[in-house]
């Protein structure tokens, strides 16, 4: 099935430094979507993005959906400790169902007092 | 926002006993489901896609008879892990879509399920 390899696995980081994430993808996606999930709970909707190139913001997070459409970044600026969490890149690659989504293997982030 | 809830948030039961999870679209009618089995410290992989009024679909290597899903309505989605035994514990998650326009899924809150 189709695969999506997220990176880095874990980040520890000091509070107030700026974080970047990516994912990439052998396939074509026509969405790319960043989800958080907290210990105990379902992920929960960052950012959306639907368009090659496009770069979308919340808050102080910003995506960006790559060119190629195989890969997708999300930088978190100014880590609050809130921020901890597991960070997933996901969409439905343009090759299969429309709706079923493909996961990332997330990305742990940590962040230090 | 959309609103998935998903009921109950922890089980613990016997080896042998079926149970039962429900994901509720509390503020949007989802036409299709989506059931998900999490392990520690793993990412989310997609069981089975569950639409209003017909059979569910599921993924390869999932056991249709094992877990039951019915999606009888607009707003209700159920899961039923038949017979359970330890194997079977993990963390259960459903999402839901309003079907449509493509909109990103809406997750609820999971079910951790532990079998003794």
């Known amino acids: 099935g189709q695969q999506l390899n997220q990176s880095p696995q874990s980040m520890f980081i000091q509070e107030g430094e700026d974080v970047s994430m990516n994912c990439t993808s052998s396939?074509?996606?026509?969405?790319w979507l960043w989800y958080k999930q907290d210990p105990g709970e379902g992920p929960v909707l960052l950012i959306a993005l639907y368009k090659a190139g496009e770069l979308t913001s919340n808050g102080r997070l910003t995506a960006q959906f790559g060119i190629t459409r195989k890969d997708s970044f999300l930088n978190i600026s100014a880590s609050i400790p809130s921020d901890v969490g597991i960070y997933f890149c996901a969409g439905p690659p343009s090759s299969g169902s429309a709706r079923q989504l493909t996961f990332g293997s997330g990305t742990q982030l940590t962040v230090l007092p | 926002g959309a609103v998935v809830s998903q009921h109950p948030s922890r089980v613990i039961c016997k080896s042998g006993t079926s149970v039962k999870i429900e994901c509720r679209s509390l503020?949007?009618?989802?036409?299709?489901m989506f059931w998900y089995r999490q392990f520690p410290k793993k990412s989310l992989m997609l069981m089975a896609t569950?639409?209003?009024?017909?059979?569910?679909?599921?993924e390869q290597g999932v056991e249709k008879d094992k877990f039951l899903i019915n999606h009888a309505s607009l707003t209700l989605s159920t899961l039923t892990v038949t017979s359970a035994h330890p194997e079977d514990s993990s963390f259960y998650i459903c999402s839901a879509e309003t079907g449509g326009k493509y909109q990103p899924q809406h997750f609820g809150d999971g079910t951790r399920l532990s079998i003794l």
């Open positions: 569950s639409n209003e009024g017909s059979k569910a679909t599921y």
């Open positions: 503020d949007f009618q989802a036409t299709t």
């Open positions: 396939s074509i996606f026509n969405t």
